[in-house]
């Protein structure tokens, strides 16, 4: 049975957005896994204010595990987490 793990923001996507998508493995695969699931979270511009581009978005990880026999019907939510999104050059 796979597992699969996505990043997904809470707002709308008109607000903010994630990517690349999902990753999926068998249950089994994720304990002894070395590698990394990551995702981008982003804003979208015209929701930002002054000169850096500053929104503070909160985004969640979904976690489902549908193959081409069973759809999971209400998909596992972690809490949601805030972020700060920015354009700011000024950061190392």
């Known amino acids: 049975m796979p597992l699969s793990l996505m990043g997904q923001c809470s707002q709308d996507s008109d607000v903010c957005g994630a990517g690349p998508g999902s990753y ?52 596992a939510e972690t809490p949601p987490r805030l972020m700060r999104c920015d354009s700011a050059i000024y950061f190392n």
């Not at 070395?34 to 929104?55: F, H, L, M, T, V």
């Not at 503070?56 to 595990?65: H, I, R, S």
Request: proline share 4%; aromatic share 20%.
């Open 24 to 75: 999926t493995m068998p249950w089994a695969t994720w304990d002894n896994n070395p590698i990394w699931a990551n995702w981008d979270i982003y804003n979208r511009e015209q929701n930002s204010e002054g000169r850096d581009k500053i929104s503070y978005n909160q985004w969640y990880v979904e976690a489902f595990t549908d193959n081409e026999e069973y759809t999971t019907l209400n998909r």
